[in-house]
């Protein structure tokens, strides 16, 4: 299968220990570009990710949804599709090669690379992240019917689509704001197994207990707000129609 350009974005915030690891591992025939966002790292990560061969954005404003966002607003011109992946090495970046090959086989618009459905090393997803994920996308089932089974970063989606999801969310919403707006505008989405291991270093969000409740709250907090909003511009609609 011959793929389109695609584009790999990865947000990184003191991943000096891994981020080589991850761009080393990448299919370079799958991938044109490798942007590496530095978060604000104190560390060597920004050095190491040059030294790999990713080109390095700065975006000093903390925040997974500020890097994604630095990401895109550096998009090469010709760039059909985007895939982003965490810094960490939990993720298989080999994969991405079934993560793309879904998205133009099956002609879609968004695909997740599902935690849930594949091999995990054991203590790779804490017990935090599984009930997180657990409430949150059986909150996306209820208010929509779509059933996804994960909220993993690991995803790839079509440039054309993800210009018309608007994306805003500048910290912890990010994942699940880019899924809820899928459902909303109909896009297709596939999930595929990918495999998970436990990271390298130690995590910013799910390695603490502050850090996954505000990271929960945040998640469940963006589903709502994005239903309250879609069914107030569907009821606006309607009086407009009458």
Known sequence: MRYPPAVLIIPALNEEASVGRVISSVPRDLIRWILVVDNGSSDHTAEVAKAAGATVISEPKRGYGNACLAGLS??????EAVVFMDADFSDYPEEMRSILSSLYAENADLVIGSRVLGQREAGSLTPQQRIGNWIATLLVRTLYGFRYTDLGPFRAIRVNALKHLKMQDRNYGWTVEMQ???VQQSFKIVEV?????RRIGYSKVSGTVSGSLKAGIKILWTIAKLAWRNRTQ?????RKIV
Do not use: D, G, W
């Open 74 to 79: 550096n998009l090469p011109e010709e760039a």
């Open 180 to 182: 809820v707006k899928a």
């Open 193 to 197: 197994p990918v495999s998970y291991r």
């Open 234 to 238: 569907q009821s606006c609609a309607v």
